[in-house]
């Protein structure tokens, strides 16, 4: 089962800054890897897949990168809706599909 | 527009049972892959199972031989059904469409294991 860890798992940013979420992958996963945004009482809404594409309807703001083992969002120009837990995942090996913990994105 | 609708969740003993369903619309249901996707309250995400358009299934080893995913095509609904409940199964669970990135997801059903 491929592990997926994410860090840090809290990160405090200031309205307007860019924020950097890092996801690593216990081995290879080559591109695929989708993000989710969560608000509390609220289902995980999709982001980014392929590692780097934009899901339908999601702001330009929002922009995945990395392959491999290493994968990062970045949120520029944070949105006061933007505070939620962020969570990546892999589906290159699987069953089972994985999950990495969750970083939470809270205001400075 | 996208919907899924979960229901079903309640408060069971342990060792009890349980049927989820998720009642999809604005979509071709039978054309797209289907999963649950568990969060135990204040954690994270779990992935619970998977079925295919053609009814193949694939399961995470915690609820293998005790949960069962299925679709029914022609009331565009997916269900899953839980025997052997444990406590550590206690979570939202959530349908959501797609094959490996998902896309939608429905707003969630409470399980509750407890005597």
């Known amino acids: 089962e491929i592990v997926m860890t994410q860090s840090p798992a809290t990160v405090s940013v200031s309205p307007g800054e860019r924020a950097t979420l890092s996801c690593r992958a216990s081995?290879?996963?080559?591109?695929?890897v989708a993000w989710y945004q969560q608000k509390p009482g609220q289902a995980p809404r999709h982001l980014i897949y392929?590692?780097?594409t934009r899901a339908t309807g999601i702001p330009a703001r929002f922009s995945g990168s990395g392959s491999g083992t290493e994968f990062t969002l970045t949120i520029s120009s944070l949105q006061s809706e933007d505070f939620a837990v962020y969570y990546c995942?892999?589906?290159?090996?699987?069953?089972?599909?994985?999950f990495g913990q969750g970083t939470k994105l809270e205001i400075k | 527009e996208v919907q899924l609708v979960e229901s079903g969740g309640g408060l069971v003993q342990p060792g009890g049972s349980l049927r989820l369903s998720c009642a999809a619309s604005?979509?071709?249901?039978?054309?797209?892959?289907m999963n649950w996707v568990r969060q135990a309250p204040g954690k994270g995400l779990e992935w619970v199972s998977y079925?295919?358009?053609?009814?193949?299934?694939r399961y995470a080893d915690s609820v293998k031989g005790r949960f069962t995913i299925s679709r029914d095509n022609a009331k565009s609904s997916l269900y899953l059904q839980m025997n052997s409940l444990r406590v550590e199964d206690t979570a939202f669970y959530y349908c959501?469409?797609?094959?490996?990135?998902?896309?939608?997801w429905g707003q969630g059903t409470l399980v509750t294991v407890s005597s």
């Open positions: 959501a469409r797609g094959i490996h990135a998902f896309g939608y």
């Open positions: 604005g979509f071709t249901f039978s054309s797209y892959e």
């Open positions: 079925i295919s358009t053609s009814g193949n299934t």
């Open positions: 081995q290879s996963v080559s591109s695929n």
């Open positions: 392929d590692a780097s």
């Open positions: 995942q892999q589906y290159n090996n699987w069953p089972p599909y994985t």
